[in-house]
Every structure is written in structure tokens, then in C-alpha cells.
């Protein structure tokens, strides 16, 4: 059997701190170590011991990938892989979450015809919320965005292909790639259907392979390490 495990990094915003949207050109170091050393703790009660690990160029993927090693006692060193990292959420890069809501909801308005300034705050940002609500339900990248979905599929299918026989791979990346992952399955749309594929800080997605690659089969998605480890 082949087997990948993906997992989303550590936190990157205090208890109290506003959150951004931490994209590709934001380089955040983790604010924890416990959500890493969760993952670590989860795979080991798992009896899962990686024999390679990949992890996005950045402070927080490199940063949780070598927390969940140093938790197992992996002998396996961390690899720096840039084909997972974060999306380019362009304008929006760093941007409190309203600030993203409001930009999208007065463009929605102008491709709508309608003048912004005659309909309530509220009203406009609930036009983009709803931008981001379809981002998070059935990952339509919101306008501006620098995302290409086809070229982020392509690097999971890659990766998968380079998964020998036997072998137990831990990849270490963001929400707006992981939630990607899952068209391997062949059915994402299928997937988007059953799953939120927002993926939180810390939790950990297990795909398997029984047939040599050539089918993926997701037997957990999401699963929050922290919580159950």
C-alpha cells in the first residue's frame, strides 16, 4: 500500500491577534509548537511513521514539519518542496479577513451594475463573504487571486506518482493548496460535495493506494490532531 499524509501547519496568530490571509509572499513563523508535536503524536498512535517528508518553503510548514519529526523521533530529514507552497491571494495578501470581504463585495457590485454607495456596508460585504464562502465550499478562486488550479492539481498527482510501494510520505503545506489534494480521489466535485475542505491549523488528511497508485482513496480528511492525539 502507498500512503500520503498531508497536514496543515501550526498556528500563525495568537489568542486575541487579528488574523490575515497569510498567503505565497507572507512569511510567518509559528506563534505554537503544539499543534506540529500533535501531528507527530497522532501519526505515532497511528502506527504511521513517514519515510520521507515534504514541506512548503516557509517558516510555518518547514517549522510544523520538523515539530511532528522531532514527535515521532523520524529519522527522516525535512525537504524544502515549493510545488506546495501557499496560494498568491493577490490583493488581498495580508489582509484581514473584512477588508478581503468588502474589496470582493464592491467588485461583485461593479460586475453587477450597482452602485455600491447605494446599498448598506453590510450589504456589500456580504457579497463578498459569499466570494469566499464558494472558495471555502467548492474552491472557486475569488477574483485576483493568483491561484492556477490546474498547475496546483497536477503537483498532488505528481507527487503521488513519485510514492514507491510500501512507502508512508508526509507532506507538510496551507489551506488554500490542501484543499486541492483530494483530486487525486478522481471525483473532486464529488469530494467538495461530502467535506469541508477548509482545512484547519494543525489537522492531518490521509490518502491510501492499494492498487499501485492508479486509484486514491481518502480515509480521513481534516482530522484535528490536537483534539485527538
Known sequence: MKTLIIARHGNTFRPGEVPTRVGAHTDLALVEEERGRAIG??????????????????????????????????????????????????????????????????????????????ISPEEVQAKGKAIIDLWNSQAIVPPNWQVDVN???????????????????????SNGTIRFAPSITGDYEGFCTQH????????????????????WICSEWGSKAHKLA
Open 196 to 215: 469541508d475542505i477548509k482545512v484547519a491549523t494543525g489537522a492531518v488528511c490521509i490518502f491510501t493506494s492499494e492498487d499501485g497508485g492508479q486509484s
Open 41 to 118: 503524536r497522532y501519526l505515532k498512535s497511528k502506527c504511521l511513521m513517514p519515510n520521507r517528508i515534504l514541506a512548503a518553503p516557509l517558516l510555518r510548514t518547514m517549522g510544523t514539519a520538523a515539530l511532528a519529526a522531532e514527535e515521532l523521533a523520524c529519522p527522516a530529514s525535512v525537504i524544502s518542496d515549493a510545488r506546495f507552497l501557499e496560494v498568491d491571494y493577490g490583493p488581498d495578501e495580508n489582509k484581514c479577513e473584512d477588508d478581503v470581504e468588502i474589496r470582493l463585495g464592491q467588485l461583485a457590485c461593479q460586475q453587477e451594475g450597482i452602485d455600491a454607495m447605494n
Open 151 to 173: 498547475q496546483i492539481c497536477a503537483n498532488w498527482a505528481e507527487l503521488c506518482s513519485e510514492i514507491h510501494e510500501d512507502e508512508c510520505l508526509l507532506c507538510v503545506s
